[in-house]
Every structure is written in structure tokens, then in C-alpha cells.
């Protein structure tokens, strides 16, 4: 039952702005159970399914994508800001509210045809996981859908990700 | 046999700066075999000693604390870099080369009493892990051990956590 889930979500306003109710999963991540419970309901959707790698966008992803990957027995593949990855990059830019962000992926951390899992925290307007999407697939990868813990679904994030498949373990 | 790994981690000259010879653990942690018996090894050293949550210290930490509080049954605390947190932290500032950086824990991310491994990829002059010890110990936690993918012993970054339990899977 994932929805039992959202006990250990904690709500916290105005941040990281006013008027923006965060939904902070650190209070999940750091309930063992829920923790566990999480990184299983993601992962039995995946069993099976042959997956290579799971890509983990910066940061929280992170937690989300290493985890699931030694669910999984998979390798852990990282998309980062600018200038963290030490080696070839692939680059992509997308607009935010003001002004526009990068995410990075080495040229070589994934190889033509490799089956991989995008993986985040939270789904909200799209704008990140859109790019993410753009990025992985300069590397040839087959992405299998992008996985979230959290989906905002007033945002209609999904929309930039039309072409993908899409899953979150929980709706607000 | 943890030097065996070493074979999967990348050196990458004059990153992130001229003169340093960068250790690039994310040719590990894409490899799923390289990346499963990081996480093995590390976590077979912690079975039975009653981990209740792993640390991990953004962002590259993140990868390696949420893989082994899943392997552990654990729990997982972040801890960030400044504003990143939503909710009340404890705080920590610590000397860089130039300047001062600070690191930052949810007041209620540990419980007093709670064990946890401090977990992180490179231990180098120990500059963060000796401010992150000193954060978590404001939470009232026992930290367990300090563990480490790389260690880089000519740096002595031992030496700024004196008084912890340090292990690194790898030594350069």
C-alpha cells in the first residue's frame, strides 16, 4: 500500500518560496521502514524487467537511484549540475521560472541499447526529468520509464514527458 | 577482494583542478557488478551491529549511504550543503583552502542514542567528514564507524576524525 507512504512525507510551507508547500521526503528516508517499503514498491515494478542502469538525477534522486539499483542489481548512472562531472559531457538546457539550468551526464556512462530507469524524488512542473529524458537519450540508452517517489499531479509534469512512460508510487 | 574494484574507478587529471589527479568513482558505480560489490563489501562489515540509519553527505555520499541502508534495513539521513533543508538543521561550518563552507542536518533526523555509519565516497584532508561529525554528534546519534569508497592516506584526513572508527573500502 503505497499511500501508507505518505505518513512519513512531511509538509513543510513556504519553502523552498513563499506560497510553495514543499513535500520533504527526508522524514521517509530516514524511517527505516518506510525507506525500505519505498525502495521495494518501486523495485518489484522493475523486477524482471531487465534493467542495466538507473539514472539519478542530483540530488535526491541520488538516494532514490542508488537505492533502487542495488534493488535491482543494476549500475547507478548520475545526472548532475554543471561543472561536477569530471569527464565528457552530455549537455542539456531547460528553462526555469527565470533564466535557464543544465543537467550533465558522461558521454560514456551509458552504453547504445542499455535499458535504464530515470529516477527522481519528485515530479512537479517536468521541466528537470524533460531534460533528463533529452539527455539520456543522446547516449543511445532505451529508457524504460522515469520513476518517482512524489507526483504533483496539478503541475501536469507528465505533459513534458509524453513520449515516456511515466510511474510515482504516490499522487498529491 | 575490494582492490579489485579499483580496476572500475577512473582517474581523471587536473580535475577539479589543475595539478589533482581526480578519482572518478562513477565508472563504479555505472559497472553493476563493480557497483553491487562496493555496496556488499561495505555493508557485510555492519551486519548485526544494529545500524539504525546511514549518513550520507551530499552529493556523491548520497549514492553511497542509500544503497547501504537499503542493504542494511536502515534508514537514510542527508546531510546538505547550506538552504537545502526545509525544515530546522544544525549547522557546521568548516575551513576550505580558501574561505569556509558549511554542511547542515535536520534537528530531527536522529534520535538520541540512534547508530549510525557517517557515509561518504572520498576521504581526503577530512575537512568534511571532521565538520560532519561534529553535526551529527549535535543530534545526540553514536556514530558507529566513518566509511569511505576511496581514502587518499598521504591527505591524513584520519586525522581530523581522531576520535571515530574510520574504514575505507580503498586506499590510494
Same mark, same amino acid.
Do not use: W
Given at each position: 500500500?503505497?499511500?501508507?507512504?505518505?505518513?512519513?512525507?512531511?509538509?513543510?510551507?513556504?519553502?523552498?518560496?513563499?506560497?510553495?508547500?514543499?513535500?520533504?521526503?527526508?522524514?521517509?528516508?530516514?524511517?527505516?521502514?518506510?525507506?525500505?517499503?519505498?525502495?521495494?514498491?518501486?523495485?518489484?515494478?522493475?523486477?524482471?524487467?531487465?534493467?542495466?542502469?538507473?539514472?539519478?538525477?542530483?540530488?535526491?534522486?541520488?538516494?532514490?537511484?542508488?537505492?533502487?539499483?542495488?534493488?535491482?542489481?543494476?549500475? @547507478?548512472? #548520475?545526472?548532475?549540475?554543471? &561543472?561536477?562531472?569530471?569527464? =565528457?559531457?552530455? $549537455?542539456?538546457?531547460?528553462? !526555469?521560472? %527565470?533564466?535557464?539550468?543544465?543537467?550533465?551526464?558522461?558521454?560514456?556512462?551509458?552504453?547504445?541499447?542499455?535499458?535504464?530507469?530515470?529516477?527522481?524524488?519528485?515530479?512537479?512542473?517536468?521541466?528537470?526529468?524533460?531534460?533528463?529524458?533529452?539527455?539520456?537519450?543522446?547516449?543511445?540508452?532505451?529508457?524504460?520509464?522515469?520513476?518517482?517517489? @512524489?507526483? #504533483?499531479?496539478?503541475?501536469? &509534469?507528465?505533459?513534458?514527458? =509524453?513520449?515516456? $512512460?511515466?510511474?510515482?508510487? !504516490?499522487? %498529491?
Amino acid at each position: 500500500m503505497p499511500e501508507k507512504l505518505k505518513k512519513s512525507i512531511r509538509d513543510v510551507p513556504n519553502f523552498p518560496k513563499k506560497g510553495i508547500l514543499f513535500k520533504d521526503i527526508t522524514t521517509l528516508c530516514k524511517d527505516k521502514v518506510s525507506f525500505q517499503r519505498m525502495v521495494d514498491l518501486l523495485g518489484h515494478r522493475y523486477v524482471g524487467k531487465k534493467i542495466d542502469l538507473i539514472v539519478g538525477i542530483e540530488a535526491r534522486g541520488f538516494v532514490v537511484g542508488a537505492a533502487l539499483a542495488y534493488k535491482l542489481g543494476a549500475g @547507478v548512472v #548520475l545526472v548532475r549540475k554543471p &561543472g561536477k562531472l569530471p569527464h =565528457k559531457t552530455h $549537455k542539456e538546457s531547460y528553462k !526555469l521560472e %527565470y533564466g535557464t539550468d543544465t543537467v550533465e551526464i558522461h558521454k560514456d556512462s551509458i552504453k547504445k541499447g542499455q535499458r535504464v530507469i530515470i529516477a527522481d524524488d519528485l515530479l512537479a512542473t517536468g521541466g528537470t526529468a524533460g531534460a533528463v529524458v533529452k539527455l539520456v537519450k543522446k547516449t543511445g540508452a532505451k529508457i524504460v520509464e522515469c520513476a518517482f517517489i @512524489v507526483e #504533483l499531479d496539478d503541475l501536469n &509534469g507528465r505533459k513534458k514527458l =509524453k513520449n515516456e $512512460k511515466v510511474f510515482s508510487l !504516490l499522487h %498529491y
